[in-house]
């Protein structure tokens, strides 16, 4: 049972900010794989289903974002998944420019709030990840404000295209193709 999980912030004011961008790509893998992800459980609201083969939980955490850890660690008491191999947690990075994806199959927080809840509540660093690539914050502006703020019309272009990437890249990673998936996906946007 593989546990995919999108982190982001609840409530209205928090959609299509670069915080959620791990939201999204759950709804992009939801609506590619005809998941329904409405569910209330375990912190989170999630939907059942199958991904490439697999029985996978999708879930958004409702904790917000600095709480993540919360939520994930229900769901992998619950369904006694194998957190080592059949978690993927989805995040925002700023450090990765807009719509650059990175995948990794375990490392530390890198400063990530909701990354650093996860490994907090796991005691480990060991699992799967999909960084999203947000941009850096300019000069001068809070990160907060940067995280929660929205993306140009340009930018949210790149990332729903970015969000096609990522949901190919699970369906490799789920399908046992980790490194593969790395090697395609690891690279800079051209």
Known sequence: MYIIVGLGNPSKEYTNTRH???????????EAEHISVLEKKHKAIIGKG??????AILAKPQTYM???????????????????SE???????ISLDVGQVRI??????????????????????????????????PKGYDLADYV??????DERKQMDEAAGRAVEAIRMMIAG??????????RKNS
């Not at 929660?148 to 019309?153: D, M, N, P």
């Not at 193709?177 to 690891?186: H, K, L, W």
């Open 148 to 153: 929660l703020g929205h993306f140009t019309q």
């Open 50 to 55: 199958y991904v490439a083969g697999q029985k």
């Open 20 to 30: 959620n961008i791990g939201f999204d790509v759950i709804d992009k893998l939801a």
């Open 177 to 186: 193709e980790v490194d593969a998936a790395m090697n395609q996906f690891n």
């Open 104 to 137: 990794r199959k375990k490392g530390s927080a890198g400063g990530h709030n909701g990354l650093k809840n996860i490994i907090s509540h796991l005691g480990h660093d060991n699992f799967m990840r999909i960084k999203m690539g947000v941009g850096e914050k």
């Open 87 to 93: 978690l993927i947690v989805i995040s925002d990075d």
């Open 66 to 84: 600095n709480l993540s850890g919360e939520s994930v660690r229900e769901l992998i008491d619950y369904y006694k998944a194998d957190e080592t």
